[in-house]
């Protein structure tokens, strides 16, 4: 797995490279980001029903359970200790996302395969169900502020919008236990899937290059964000899940996706509403470049 963290690392650098370049940033970068958002990552979900044997569809319910109580919890989080971390008021939103949010979708799939198997990657993509609706609800709050998504024609958007519509598919597929796909599907749906990580990493890396060095080795407040994403929510919402009753089966795979570092959504949502990227960018890197530590650790205590 330490294997997994280095050549996800290793991506966002050639990313950073490129963007020095020229080769990424600016609309490049924005359409890019749309494209991951609304069908590459909507195929990635949908190709983990597609490897021919079918998870274990009991495990639904309660991961879609654990994962509720999981971001109903960070919500809180995500609002209150912002105001602690950090003192400028223009900053607490992308704090709070960057606690809230982790790379379930780019970097948490390819871990939580490498630690219970591929077919685990569809318990991570129903964990991610919840975590998707949270994005483009709560998240894009952070992100944008409370004016500019009030109203319920957005909450409509986000329950058809296509990440969302994947995840259901996904778990129909799974619930009704529909074993066959034709490969004339489930072979463009895997290949395009395959875009989402590398094209994921190569965002956050372009989005560094924007950087100068000092910045990208961040302040006490993008550390002190870094502490809590990486390991006190996560060793938090692991006891509290413990306690809840949840298997031990369901309790790992949600505390590794919790574990992972600050989503690449967190970044792409700045891109597209057009706010400042620094401080995402910040804590995105930081946290990727300490998750290659912490990832393994937090698996060794569970396992």
């Known amino acids: 797995m330490a294997d997994v963290m280095m050549t996800l690392f290793a991506i966002v ?3 950073y490279v490129a963007g020095k370049l020229g080769y990424l940033g600016g609309d490049f970068d924005r359409q890019l980001s749309r494209l991951v958002i609304n069908l590459t990552c909507p195929a990635l979900i949908l190709s983990s029903a597609m490897t021919g044997e079918l998870p274990d569809r ?9 994962s509720a109580i999981t971001y109903i919890v960070l919500t809180g989080v995500a609002f209150l200790l912002p105001r602690i971390l950090t003192n400028k008021r223009e900053d607490e939103g992308a704090i709070g996302f960057a606690l809230m949010f982790g790379n379930v979708g780019f970097m948490g799939y390819p871990v939580v395969a490498s630690l219970f198997g591929h077919e685990a990657v569809f318990y991570a993509a129903v964990l991610n169900v919840v975590n998707t609706f949270a994005v483009f609800t709560v998240g894009t709050i952070l992100i944008t502020g409370k004016n500019a998504v009030e109203g319920p024609r957005f909450q409509k958007k986000v329950l058809y919008s296509t990440p969302m519509i994947a995840a259901y598919l996904t778990m129909a597929i799974v619930a009704l236990e529909i074993d066959y796909i034709p490969p004339a599907v489930s072979q463009p749906l895997t290949m395009l899937g395959n875009i989402t990580v590398p094209a994921a990493l190569l965002i956050i890396g372009s989005s560094m290059s924007n950087l100068s060095f000092r910045t990208m080795l961040g ?4 550390y002190a964000t870094t502490l809590f994403r990486l390991a006190i929510l996560p060793i938090g919402i692991y006891y509290l899940c413990t306690l809840l009753g949840f298997s031990t089966f369901v309790v790992n795979i ?5 574990a992972m570092p600050v989503a690449t959504y967190g970044t792409i949502l700045c891109l597209k509403y057009g706010r400042d990227t620094t401080t995402i960018t910040e804590v995105t890197f930081i946290t990727t470049l300490l998750s290659m530590l912490t990832i393994p650790a937090l698996a060794t205590l569970l396992f």
């Open 13 to 15: 650098i050639v990313g």
């Open 58 to 66: 009991n495990y639904i319910l309660p991961l879609l359970l654990i």
């Open 219 to 222: 302040n006490h407040t993008v």
């Open 254 to 258: 949600n505390t590794v996706v919790i």
